[in-house]
């Protein structure tokens, strides 16, 4: 069996994730900001980390900042790493008062959205020297609905990110699909992976342009050995370090929707991210998602040698079920 190892380094993994943001798993050290009068401020914590369901996220969230002494007004000015989240640019404590509250803004926060931030307090802006850090990881989720078309609610899935690792060749086989409410053309494929792995991880695919099909960093919940596995194609890896669409376009590292099927044909357009190593993958160019509508007519010719990897197969496919591997008699 084919392992990790035997690609090709290509450069060490960066900690840096695409839609599934590394802010909240950061733990920081310095919890104070030391002003010149050695008066000590604090965040009351040093991590918000959520996800929310649509509808759900509150209209703000209120931080507490506390100090040691309070025998004087003290104002503290505020700043952030990317400018993402709203917040007054500065807390004012009145004399005898110790404790003040920083009110974050999530009106914004809609469908799909992301926050990945870091808000700084010290005393000296120019180097953060002595800050005290809260970081800040706030997602929101989509409605999601089951994807189902001409009679068919499967999608195929051609998987050559991690069956030619387990098997030696990539593998065809029925996945549940789900499409976002909010967002046409953002798909999450269930638990696609799940005969490799005991870990449910669903699987998102930004499809909403077809010229530009994405998927982002995110876990896939297998380890072959080398440690948890996560993806994410190139075009979503140029794209978050700010290279231009036409240029990954003509690279060939977008993936594409046409006519039902989402292909990714450039070999080697995913990274494969495992044990601090990048590698790339889909090095047979053979990734591929048929959407339910053509599922029936790519059926005619495809083979359902490796249809036991996915969920349970039925001519009538009203009662799929995840997780049962079994093929049911035809």
């Known amino acids: 069996m084919a392992t990790l190892k035997s690609i090709a380094r290509i450069v060490v993994a960066s900690s840096l994730l695409i839609g599934i943001c590394s802010c909240g ?4 050290t310095t919890a104070h900001a030391y002003t010149p009068g050695n008066e000590v401020f604090g965040f009351e914590r040093t991590a918000i980390n ?46 005898g008062q110790k404790t003040a509250s920083l009110t974050i803004d999530l009106a914004s926060l809609r469908a799909g959205s992301h926050i990945c931030d870091t808000i700084f307090m010290a005393p000296d802006f120019r180097t953060r020297e ?8 706030l997602s929101m989720g989509y409605t999601w609905t089951r994807l189902s078309d001409s009679g068919c609610s499967y999608a195929l899935l051609t998987d050559d990110l991690i069956s030619p690792y387990v098997s030696g060749a990539s593998a065809t086989f029925p996945v549940i699909i789900e499409e976002a409410v909010e967002a046409p053309g953002m798909y999450r494929l269930v638990n696609p992976l799940g005969a490799y792995s005991k870990e449910d991880c669903d699987i998102i695919i930004n ?18 050995g080398h440690g948890s596995i996560s993806i994410e194609s190139l075009g979503a890896y140029h794209l ?13 590292y977008f993936g594409t929707l046409d006519n039902g099927i989402i292909t990714f044909k450039g070999t080697e357009s995913f990274y494969m991210h495992a044990g601090g190593e990048r590698n790339r993958a889909n090095l047979n160019g053979s990734l591929r998602i048929v959407l339910p509508s053509m599922v029936a007519q790519v059926e005619k010719t ?12 039925y001519q009538s496919p009203e009662a799929i079920s995840v997780g049962s591997y079994a093929l049911a008699d035809e």
Request: net charge neutral; glycine share 6%; no cysteine.
């Open 302 to 313: 495809e083979s359902k040698e490796h249809y036991a990897l996915g969920v349970a197969y």
């Open 25 to 28: 798993n950061h733990s920081y």
């Open 207 to 224: 499809a909403t342009n077809p010229a530009e099909v994405i998927v982002a960093r995110q876990n896939t919940g297998i380890d072959l």
């Open 130 to 137: 002595g800050a005290s850090y809260l970081a800040i990881d």
């Open 240 to 252: 978050e370090n700010g290279r231009r669409p036409s240029t990954i376009r003509m690279a060939g």
């Open 50 to 95: 959520a996800v929310y369901e649509p509808g759900t996220a509150p209209a703000s969230i209120t931080v507490a900042i506390e100090r040691d002494k309070a025998d004087k007004a003290a104002t503290l000015v505020l700043s952030s790493a990317k400018g993402s989240a709203a917040f007054a640019p500065s807390v004012s404590f009145e004399k």
